[in-house]
């Protein structure tokens, strides 16, 4: 199958590109990313498992628990961020009280 994109007369006149479809789910796929068809067979394999497990397992996929424990490092990072934000704050703030407290006596 030949490929679309661009890259001119290379890609126009080779046959390299990869077109997979699963019958019983009608998932397909169309790889198109290296210049030779054996390696655009073995990554369109992987993208149609990743579609597969996706559309089989829902929210059990390995994308969709990947995609979660990124989120709750995202969301523990800015937790994190913003107590120790609130703790310069209240730093600041004393240091400024027992700085004016000095400068009166």
Known sequence: MRGSG???????????CVFLRHLPTG???KCHLHRLAS???IEARKILLDKL???????????AQTK?????????RKRR?????????????????????????
Do not use: C, F, Y
């Not at 400024?96 to 400068?103: I, L, P, V, Y």
């Open 27 to 29: 998932i397909t796929v």
């Open 53 to 63: 497990d996706v559309h089989l397992n829902g929210d059990q996929s390995i994308a």
């Open 81 to 105: 961020q913003s107590k120790l934000q609130e703790m310069k704050k209240s730093w600041q703030s004393r240091e400024q009280s027992e700085e004016n407290a000095e400068n009166t006596k």
């Open 68 to 76: 979660l424990l990124d989120q709750k490092k995202s969301t523990e």
């Open 39 to 41: 390696k655009n067979r």
């Open 6 to 16: 661009p890259g001119g007369q290379a890609v126009n006149k080779t046959n390299n």
